[in-house]
């Protein structure tokens, strides 16, 4: 065997050339809003990303069409040597094992990063058996996946667990060792990842982690998460394309972070000697109410909340984001005696069967062992968002007030 050498290492050529080669990952959930950053900053450190996306009747490609050139087009930029992103998408299902198998196969990575998920809680319970399927058996695929090829020395795993997993919480702040208690099909099945993804490090020695990341945000956050939600709907009633905002738990508090901060967490975690799981947090918590007030100042816009001053008659009691009233008044969408109609107003519809009232994370061990904090503070992340949203809205109007029509709003 050939070997390089100097005064302190001795290392073959084939260790050689694989220290120099530009590293493969694999992206599962790819059209996500963190598979979208994380490819971008993979590409930025000179990675060959390789996406997994599933087949969807309309196009799903919206977060990442910036990063991504048809083949076609890539053949001409190389006639006139134009660099291009190694960026190359595959189709594969979380619930399909030959197609993971195949294209973990075929692209032999040196990490995979498992984002892809049903990764909507109040959905989990209207679809608990697919939400188990790709969320809890999805991981598994995928780590025998990396079994059967042979890939548990070569493989690095991510797998994005969740604050959800701590659900009725135990502990306050929650971290690493704080005991779990899901409260939903999601988180349950988010539960089954996370062992899996321990014991398949204890029992075969593959390098895999769980991120247990706290919720974290961005301008292209699904729509139907609460903060999007809110930041959507602001902009456009401000400028005339909706009349009122219906959430649900007004209450509920969370430690919400930016997308961008945590895809850098994802990465740091493959990049330590031993694999350990880490909780991704910023150590400060709002709630649903203090994000639509921050959203709201951001926008110039004063909120009306329904039931504002109207609590002794028994309207909804104020902002309490519960389904009770004050004297057994009718609950929902009673008629207001106000002037004005409410901007937001509560809609029972959205409380879920068990809820997860407050979860609040203490990041210190990522920031002792990794050197990690948020960069981004909320407020940032506020403006941020509505901003984009408002510039969206800026959009529709356009196209509305010249007689075209907008794109449907669905909550
Ligand atoms: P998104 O919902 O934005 O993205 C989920 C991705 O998974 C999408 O690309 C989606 O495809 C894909 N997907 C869903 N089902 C399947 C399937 N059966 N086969 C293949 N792909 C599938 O989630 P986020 O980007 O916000 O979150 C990424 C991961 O992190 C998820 O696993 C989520 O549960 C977890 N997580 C998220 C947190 C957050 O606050 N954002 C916090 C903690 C954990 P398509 O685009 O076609 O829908
Ligand atoms: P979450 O996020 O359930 O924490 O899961 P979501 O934004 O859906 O809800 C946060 C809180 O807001 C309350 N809420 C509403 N939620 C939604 N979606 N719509 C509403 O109208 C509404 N009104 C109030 C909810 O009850 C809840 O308490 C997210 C997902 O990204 C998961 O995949 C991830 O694992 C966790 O964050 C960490």
């Known amino acids: 065997m050939k070997t390089i050498s100097n005064d302190s290492t001795t290392i073959t050529i084939a260790e050689a050339k694989e220290s120099i080669m530009q590293k493969k990952a694999v992206i599962t959930g790819i059209t996500g809003q963190d598979g979208a950053y994380l490819a971008e900053f993979l590409l930025e450190k000179g990675y060959e990303v390789h996406g997994i996306k599933r087949r969807t009747s309309l196009f799903n490609t919206d977060r990442i069409d910036h990063l991504y050139r048809d083949r076609h087009d890539i053949e001409k930029d190389s006639a006139l040597d134009i660099q291009h992103s190694e960026l190359y998408l595959h ?25 892809a998920a049903q990764s909507h809680v109040a959905v989990s319970f209207e679809e ?40 009725k919480v135990q502990e306050v702040p929650q971290k690493e060792t704080t005991p779990f208690y899901p409260r939903s099909p999601y988180a349950v099945a988010k539960l089954y990842a996370y062992w899996i993804t321990v014991n398949y490090r204890e029992a075969y020695g593959i390098y895999a982690c769980n991120g247990i990341l706290f919720n974290h945000e961005s301008p292209v956050r699904g729509e139907t998460f609460v903060t999007r939600k809110i930041t959507r709907a602001l902009a456009r009633i401000k400028l005339g394309l909706q009349d009122c905002l219906y959430l649900g738990n007004l209450d509920a508090k969370r430690d919400w972070g930016h997308a961008k901060d945590y895809v850098e967490m994802q990465w740091l975690m493959l990049q330590q000697e031993e694999p350990e799981d880490f909780a991704i947090a910023t150590g400060r918590q709002y709630s649903v109410r203090d994000f639509v007030n921050a959203a709201a100042t951001e926008l110039n816009m004063k909120i009306r909340w329904e039931g504002e001053g109207v609590e002794e008659k ?43 009232e407050t979860l609040l994370g203490d990041p210190s061990k990522a920031k002792e062992k990794l050197g990690w904090s948020p960069k981004i503070s909320f407020e940032e992340l506020v403006a941020e968002m509505a901003q984009e949203d408002l510039k969206a809205a800026e959009c529709d109007e356009l196209v509305k007030r010249n007689g075209y029509k907008t794109m449907a709003y669905h909550e």
Do not use: C
């Open 128 to 167: 608990p058996e697919y939400t188990a399927n790709s969320d809890a058996l999805g991981p598994l695929r995928i780590l025998e996946a990396i079994r059967i090829l042979g890939l548990e020395k070569k493989t690095r795993f991510y797998q994005a667990s969740t604050s959800e997993l701590f659900g």
């Open 314 to 356: 028994g309207y909804w009691v104020k902002g309490s984001g519960k389904s009770e009233v004050g004297s057994g008044n009718p609950i929902s969408h009673s008629p207001l005696p106000t002037t004005q109609s409410p901007i937001v107003q509560v809609d029972p519809r959205y409380f879920r069967p068990t809820e997860v």
């Open 91 to 115: 189709h594969g299902d979380m619930t399909d094992s030959s197609s993971l198998i195949r294209i973990l196969q075929e692209v032999q990575p040196d990490e995979i990063y498992n984002l």
